[in-house]
C-alpha cells in the first residue's frame, strides 16, 4: 500500500514558521516527483510546491520566497519549511507522489494535515 503520510501542521500565528514532513512508504521515493498541495475551506485544491526526482523546484506565485521544498531521499521524505505565514495560507495540505511511466500516471495522495494561521 503506496500512502504518503504527512506531520507538523497546526496552529501559528501570523509570521510565524511551520516544517512540514511527508513520509514517502511504500515506493521508490527517489524516483518521484513530490509535491505540496493546499485546499481552504470552500476552494479547490492548488499547487503549492513540488520538486522533482533531481530537486527541480516549482512554486506558486503567492508562496516565493517564503516556501522551501525539499527531499531527503535516505528517509524517504519531502518537507516543506514555511515561513513568514499570513492567514490566507491557512489550508489543508496534501502530499503528492507523482511518477509518469510510458502513458501509466502512478499519483498517490496523502490525507492531509490542518495548518492554521491566526492570531
Known amino acids: 500500500q503506496v500512502q504518503p503520510v504527512e506531520s507538523g501542521g497546526g496552529l501559528v500565528q501570523p509570521g510565524g514558521s511551520l516544517r512540514l514532513s511527508c513520509a514517502g512508504s511504500?515506493?521508490?521515493?527517489?524516483?518521484?516527483?513530490m509535491g505540496w498541495y493546499r485546499q481552504a475551506p470552500g476552494k479547490q485544491r492548488e499547487l503549492v510546491a513540488t520538486?522533482?526526482?533531481?530537486?527541480?523546484?516549482n512554486y506558486r506565485n503567492s508562496v516565493k520566497g517564503r516556501f522551501t521544498i525539499s527531499r531527503d531521499n535516505a528517509k524517504n521524505t519531502v518537507y516543506l519549511q514555511m515561513n513568514s505565514l499570513k492567514p490566507e495560507d491557512t489550508a489543508v495540505y496534501y502530499c503528492?507522489?507523482?511518477?509518469?511511466?510510458?502513458?501509466?500516471?502512478?499519483?498517490?495522495w496523502g490525507r492531509g494535515t490542518q495548518v492554521t494561521v491566526s492570531s
Open positions: 503528492n507522489a507523482y511518477r509518469r511511466i510510458g502513458a501509466a500516471d502512478y499519483d498517490y
Open positions: 520538486i522533482t526526482s533531481d530537486n527541480s523546484t
Open positions: 511504500g515506493l521508490i521515493f527517489r524516483v518521484y516527483t
